[in-house]
């Protein structure tokens, strides 16, 4: 996947429209906004129009009831909904609260186009103005990008608070932690962030990130009280926990971390998050390690990416936008492309929908390409950086 080959671009771009294909068959409309298998259009997006609606009409305790939350969105949407459940922190409410005040599809078109501008433009920004064009065609039909799309996901706006924050380390520090701060509402994506900030000497940024989170704590606390959060420390973890000790249903073919491929791969629970926290440590140790000897601000963003997807044990394959951008870098030539990690990159861009697809008819290749994904852009980033010359940018 050489930069400047403009037809093995264009391959990958027709790729990933054919792979989108089989994808679709669950997205699919079937009358009355519904899909094929009974969800709105968009179907991740309810919970973020509904759970407003539920905290803020009838109280925030029922989004912590599975079953109450459940028949309390049935009755938004005029009909029983297959299960859904409430996993944000109760800091998202007020944000979202917005959206919920739209008709579902109006908000839906925000959410998504939106969110989609915000984060290309921060992924754009980082490109030379004549092939940002190029870059936006690539970026809009990156398969993780596709699936955020079709799927009504969170990835753009996880996306771009990640890269937008990292961006910003050396740039703008306050406005970096800003962004890292309000990242929280994803926090396992946040998982190798911190150690990275402390390896960097960037203190500015901590102090702005942890600022940033308190006040979005505080900001809850005083309008649902400490009760709420109580619910939601005895609810949302325990029950994603056990998601992940359970692991069967639909959600598991999304799955793209180190824990989820060894439950694909028939490992227990406690020996796959035994492998998920030695891999975990290694990541973090290493990115700490590499992180101080890179200045430019895409070269790091690519490294904790790659880091991030390794190290955490909850992460899906829309959550994968943010490595799609890296690899929207490497194909326009904005990081450099390593010609013996072609295979790597190719795989790594097309991964989101193939894992699904595998993981759906219960191939064993699903596990092993995810796992290979997420080790090969590690080493990549770890190498695009240790193979230039030695530098550390004292954060400012």
């Known amino acids: 996947m050489r930069s400047d080959n403009s037809r093995d671009r264009l391959l990958l771009l027709v790729a990933s429209l054919a792979l989108m294909l089989p994808v679709l068959r669950f997205y699919w409309p079937a009358g009355g906004g519904l899909d094929v298998v009974g969800y709105p259009l968009g179907r991740d997006f309810i919970n973020v129009w509904s759970g407003p609606q539920v905290a803020f009409g009838d109280k925030v305790s029922a989004l912590f009831d599975l079953r109450g939350y459940h028949e309390a969105i049935g009755r938004l949407f005029g009909t029983l909904l297959p299960f859904h459940n409430w996993g944000y922190p109760l800091f998202t409410l007020p944000a979202f609260w917005p959206l919920a005040q739209l008709p579902y599809f109006w908000a839906l078109a925000i959410w998504t186009v939106g969110l989609f501008a915000i984060f290309a433009g921060i ?7 004549a092939r940002r064009l190029q870059a936006l065609l690539l970026l809009a039909l990156t398969p993780a990008c596709l699936i955020n799309t079709i799927g009504g996901q969170n990835g753009f706006l996880s996306a771009a608070l990640f890269l937008g924050g990292v961006l910003n380390i050396d740039r703008r520090p306050i406005l970096s932690g800003v962004l890292i701060g309000l990242l929280t509402f ?6 190798v962030l911190p150690f990275a900030l402390v390896a960097l000497g960037a203190w500015r940024v901590i102090a702005s990130a942890a600022i940033t989170a308190l006040a979005l704590f505080a900001a809850a606390t005083a309008i649902f009280g400490v009760d709420a959060w109580r619910d939601y420390v005895a609810v949302v973890g325990p029950y994603q926990t056990e998601l992940l000790r359970q692991f069967e249903g639909f959600y598991t073919t999304m799955m793209v971390s180190v824990l989820a491929s060894a439950r ?4 227990s629970y406690s020996v796959a998050l035994g492998i998920q926290v030695i891999v975990s440590l290694c990541a973090i140790v290493v990115t700490c390690w590499t992180v101080r000897r890179v200045a430019d ?3 790091r963003a690519f490294l904790l990416v790659a880091a991030t ?6 992460a899906f394959n829309y959550d994968m936008t943010a490595l799609g951008a890296a690899l929207v870098w490497v194909m326009i030539g904005r990081l450099p492309h390593r010609a013996e990690a072609g295979p790597a990159y190719i795989l790594a861009w097309l991964a989101p929908p193939v894992t699904m697809m ?3 008819y219960g191939s064993s290749l699903a596990p092993l390409i995810t796992l290979f994904v997420l080790s090969s852009m590690f080493a990549v980033a770890v190498l695009d950086v240790v193979s230039r010359e030695p530098r550390r940018l004292a954060a400012a």
Do not use: F, N
Request: aromatic share 4%; proline share 14%.
């Open 264 to 267: 694909q791969l028939g490992l």
């Open 297 to 299: 601000p895409c070269a």
């Open 309 to 314: 997807l390794l190290a955490t044990p909850y």
């Open 358 to 360: 595998l993981a759906l």
């Open 186 to 191: 994803k926090p396992h994506l946040g998982i």
């Open 123 to 129: 992924v754009l920004a980082e490109v030379e103005p």
